[in-house]
């Protein structure tokens, strides 16, 4: 995208029906981290590359928990993603004390939507430059919804978002029709494959990504570093194995857990 | 004489107790709902868990109980989200204090004792009037039944008496198990003498391991 005369505020069109600052906003979105998330029947994975600004400071903190039944991961401007959670945190909040049950996982990205439509229509404020993967589970079963910084928000079986997502989606597009039948295990590890996609080279290890799952019977919860990196581990060994695509193929079908190695 | 219909508030009655102990904390509450000379359910649980090492006992009129305790409890909701850890003890119980006070003018009519483990893992019980004003003490009583039960938990805890001055180390020697049975027998013969306190007696002990509940029958008349 190149400057023009129509891009100085949010508020103006271009002739073309276009809102520049808006598509600037989601380009922050394509320039954060990148950040991943599937959903089967039963569950939801959500997994984020960690970057540091530097090998002195600690990682960002790209996944929030929202409440016991959903939880987010973000991927742009970080500051904006935090106070999305706090704001998403106080509707889950108010919704259960008034109605004393969770608030259903629809009814929230579209709060959420509307809040970043109203930045998208005034003069005095700027779109949120942050994309945020929203995981949760309800009544009416497994969700997984991407919220953009125009305001529109669309449901997935699978997403990624972040620099260079491309690769993970091409990854999530060629397995996600099954993903439905897929054991919570089954459904971290493509997770996992989802995030080394991303990475295009730079090694895989638990330090740099976070993975975090809800599903029925489990509540909220990052995944424990060590299990991850377990999880990493038995991908090298079975990528080390003669065969390509063969393993993979054959651990969908497969009784044992993935980690049972 | 004009008859007033702006009366707001009601009374179901109901004892609350706790003892501190050196490790752990005991906190009962009858579970009698009562208004007027009759009985509304005689399985209503005036104990609400508010933290891992952190409970709420009340009595007064219920209705603001729950008001209180779901209000605490979204409170706490949002400290874990921002702190990343569960409230202690004592931040709860200045919470509380806060919260009460905040309807100075139209109060919670709720007796409250807050009981639970402190940061050094000693038993503590908080005690407090409906607006707020509170004192970490090491055994406390609320409710209809407080008068007939204060006076023997003086009697049998009086190292740790409020009444001592200077104020000593505020927790009981007794052992936990001496502990519930003093709440036992304390909740039994109120029971004897306060209409509107029987039927069941719930005791919620927290310690190092967690928190534990059990009941005990009371008298139902």
């Known amino acids: 995208m190149f400057r023009n005369q129509y891009d100085t505020d949010v508020t103006t069109w271009s002739p073309a029906g276009r809102l520049f600052q808006v598509e600037y906003a989601m380009e922050a979105v394509k320039q954060g981290a990148a950040a991943v998330g599937l959903r089967s029947t039963s569950h939801v994975v959500l997994a984020t590359v960690n970057t540091a600004a530097s090998d002195l400071s600690s990682h960002q903190r790209k996944v929030f928990k929202i409440d016991d039944h959903i939880g987010v991961a973000i991927a742009g401007l970080t500051a904006d993603g935090r106070v999305l959670s706090r704001y998403l945190r106080n509707e889950c909040i108010n919704h259960a004390f008034v109605y004393e049950s969770p608030l259903p996982v629809s009814r929230l990205v579209v709060r959420l939507a509307d809040k970043a439509q109203v930045c998208t229509q005034r003069s005095w404020k700027r779109p949120f430059g942050v994309g945020l993967l929203v995981a949760g589970l309800d009544e009416t079963g497994a969700h997984l919804y991407y919220n953009c910084p125009s305001g529109s928000y669309f449901e997935y079986q699978a997403f990624a978002i972040g620099s260079r997502s491309q690769a993970a989606k091409t990854f999530l597009e060629r397995r996600f029709e099954s993903f439905n039948t897929y054991s919570r295990d089954e459904l971290i590890k493509d997770a996992i494959f989802a995030i080394k996609e991303t990475l295009q080279g730079d090694k895989l290890t638990s330090s740099i990504c976070t993975v975090a799952i809800v599903g029925q019977d489990e509540a909220f919860h990052m995944i424990d570093q060590k299990v991850i990196q377990e999880i990493i581990n038995s991908m090298e060994i079975k990528e080390d194995a003669p065969a390509d695509q063969a393993p993979l193929q054959e651990d969908k079908g497969s009784e044992e857990a993935p980690m049972d190695i | ?221």
């Open chain 2, 1 to 221: 004489m004009a008859l007033r219909r702006d009366w707001v508030y009601e009374n179901n009655g109901g004892t609350c107790v706790a003892i501190a102990g050196s490790d752990y904390c005991v906190i009962a509450a009858d579970t009698r709902l009562s208004v007027g000379y009759s009985i509304y359910t005689r399985e209503f649980s005036k104990i609400c868990n508010l933290a891992d090492k952190c409970v709420l006992a009340t009595s007064g009129f219920q209705g603001d109980m729950k008001a209180l305790q779901k209000n605490l409890a979204a409170r706490h909701l949002i400290y874990q989200h921002q702190h990343n850890k569960q409230m202690s003890c004592p931040a709860m119980a200045q919470l509380l204090s806060n919260t009460l006070y905040y309807k100075r003018f139209f109060p919670y009519y709720t007796f409250n004792i807050l009981g639970g483990l402190d940061s050094n893992g000693k038993g503590c019980v908080f005690t407090y009037d409906a607006v707020g004003s509170y004192e970490r003490v090491g055994y406390s009583a609320q409710g209809t039944g407080a008068g007939l039960i204060i006076p023997v938990l003086d009697n049998q805890l009086k190292s740790p008496s409020p009444l001592l001055l200077p104020a000593k180390d505020a927790v009981t020697p007794l052992s936990e198990a001496e502990a519930v049975d003093l709440v036992k027998d304390v909740f039994a013969s109120a029971t004897e003498r306060d209409i509107y306190t029987g039927d069941k007696v719930e005791i919620v002990v927290i310690n190092a391991s967690g928190i534990r509940q059990e009941l005990m029958e009371l008298r139902k008349d």
